[in-house]
Nanobody, 123 residues
Framework: VQLQAFGGGLVQTGGSLGLSCAAS????????MGWFRQAPGKEHEFVAT????????YYADSVKGRFTISRDNVKNMVYLQMNSLKPEDTAVYYC?????????????????WGQGTKVTVSS
């Protein structure tokens, strides 16, 4: 199974961008999915996570109210809609899967990672 994140790009402050994450190879299974980001010189930062059923979704305080995570299990896709973007949202965004049976904020709980897509928010 591989994850591929795409949809990044350059956007102005206050703009919107939608990221997608596609799972290929075989069905990922009943896993929770997460989005993380990494700015230059910084550690991976939790952004959002969603359970298999989409019943539970959690966000970092820094993006709450601006970002929305969703998924389509039929298409094996996970999405991150980002609105009201700020320069501090600039980072490489990664999608990841965890088989721990529940959502998690901890990147160490995620065993499958996509290669990332770069988001740049200009001021």
């Amino acid at each position: 199974v591989q994850l591929q994140a795409f949809g990044g790009g350059l956007v102005q402050t206050g703009g919107s961008l939608g990221l997608s994450c596609a799972a290929s190879g075989r069905t990922v299974g009943k896993v929770a999915m997460g989005w993380f980001r990494q700015a230059p010189g910084k550690e991976h930062e939790f952004v959002a996570t969603i359970s298999w059923s989409s019943e539970n979704a959690y966000y970092a305080d820094s993006v709450k109210g601006r970002f929305t995570i969703s998924r389509d299990n039929v298409k094996n896709m996970v999405y991150l809609q980002m609105n009201s973007l700020k320069p501090e949202d600039t980072a490489v965004y990664y999608c990841a899967a965890t088989w721990r049976g529940a959502t998690s904020f901890n990147p160490r709980h995620y065993s499958l990672w996509g290669q990332g897509t770069k988001v740049t928010v200009s001021s």
